[in-house]
């Protein structure tokens, strides 16, 4: 279990886009607003509410701003009308890509989703083209040095399918959307310190990409990521090693 988490490289692009702080805010006030839309305006009562609230309170949003973004979904405020819309396609070297989207204007979105894929050598595809190459997966990383020992067991017996030891000193979790929740919930009781915790679109299976693609592919993952009404983006690519060393 131990060696590099294989999450990390899906989760590429998280460090360059957390440094984005707008376009971070945006993201998670948007995703505060559905989940309290869908789900209501009570975090215990909203197990995708107090994930987002999570989130937002890592990213040192305020509370004022969290408050104000709940009651927006739960219609306390008048706001935007947002619906959530999926997009899937191939890039270049074939790799499968969805795009989550919250959007109050489904055909600028459509049309901004399909800019990006034709710009950069791939193709917007139809629903249900790539997303069998994936599952909903919870995933939790918690730092290692606060007893690897106890968090494998707390884990394990809260549901956990599968348990990482990571090479930077991290533990990632991964379990069923339905036993996240339960997972999170007795790490905090048990005074664990969780680094991130979501549910994600995980890919069953990664392609191994040449140098030249996965350039290609990650200058598309970054326009893709940049649009406005991206909320996440989730490949199958596996880079090729060194490829960081030539963004810069």
Do not use: C
């Given at each position: 279990?131990?060696?590099?988490?294989?999450?990390?490289?899906?989760?590429?692009r998280k460090g360059r886009q957390d440094?984005?702080?707008?376009?971070?805010?945006?993201?998670?006030?948007?995703?505060?607003?559905?989940?309290?839309?869908?789900?209501?305006?009570?975090?215990?009562?909203?197990?995708?509410?107090?994930?987002?609230?999570?989130?937002?309170?890592?990213?040192?949003?305020?509370?004022?701003?969290?408050?104000?973004?709940?009651?927006?979904?739960?219609?306390?405020?008048?706001?935007?009308?947002?619906?959530?819309?999926?997009?899937?396609?191939?890039?270049?070297?074939?790799?499968?890509?969805?795009?989550?989207?919250?959007?109050?204007?489904?055909?600028?979105?459509?049309?901004?989703?399909?800019?990006?894929?034709?710009?950069?050598?791939?193709?917007?595809?139809?629903n249900g083209s790539v997303s069998y190459?994936?599952?909903?997966?919870?995933?939790?990383?918690?730092?290692?040095?606060?007893?690897?020992?106890?968090?494998?067991?707390?884990?394990?017996?809260?549901?956990?399918?599968?348990?990482?030891?990571?090479?930077?000193?991290?533990?990632?979790?991964?379990?069923?959307?339905?036993?996240?929740?339960?997972?999170?919930?007795?790490?905090?009781?048990?005074?664990?310190?969780?680094?991130?915790?979501?549910?994600?679109?995980?890919?069953?299976?990664?392609?191994?990409?040449?140098?030249?693609?996965?350039?290609?592919?990650?200058?598309?993952?970054?326009?893709?990521?940049?649009?406005?009404?991206?909320?996440?983006?989730?490949?199958?690519?596996?880079?090729?090693?060194?490829?960081?060393?030539?963004?810069?």
């Amino acid at each position: 279990m131990a060696g590099h988490s294989k999450w990390a490289n899906i989760k590429h692009r998280k460090g360059r886009q957390d440094a984005k702080r707008g376009k971070v805010f945006s993201v998670l006030i948007r995703e505060l607003t559905v989940a309290a839309k869908l789900g209501g305006g009570v975090t215990d009562d909203n197990p995708r509410l107090r994930t987002a609230v999570d989130k937002a309170l890592a990213a040192n949003m305020t509370k004022d701003t969290i408050e104000r973004a709940i009651q927006r979904g739960a219609g306390g405020l008048e706001g935007e009308n947002l619906e959530e819309v999926s997009f899937e396609g191939y890039g270049p070297g074939g790799i499968a890509i969805i795009v989550e989207s919250m959007t109050d204007n489904n055909n600028r979105t459509v049309a901004e989703v399909r800019h990006a894929f034709t710009k950069s050598g791939g193709n917007l595809g139809t629903n249900g083209s790539v997303s069998y190459l994936f599952e909903k997966k919870g995933i939790i990383t918690a730092s290692s040095n606060q007893d690897a020992d106890n968090i494998m067991e707390l884990s394990i017996e809260s549901g956990a399918e599968d348990i990482e030891l990571n090479d930077d000193e991290t533990v990632t979790i991964s379990s069923s959307p339905e036993d996240f929740e339960n997972i999170k919930n007795l790490l905090i009781e048990n005074e664990i310190k969780i680094d991130d915790s979501e549910v994600s679109l995980i890919p069953e299976t990664t392609i191994q990409a040449d140098l030249d693609t996965s350039l290609k592919v990650f200058k598309l993952l970054e326009m893709l990521e940049d649009l406005d009404d991206t909320q996440n983006v989730t490949s199958n690519i596996e880079f090729a090693e060194g490829m960081l060393d030539q963004l810069d």
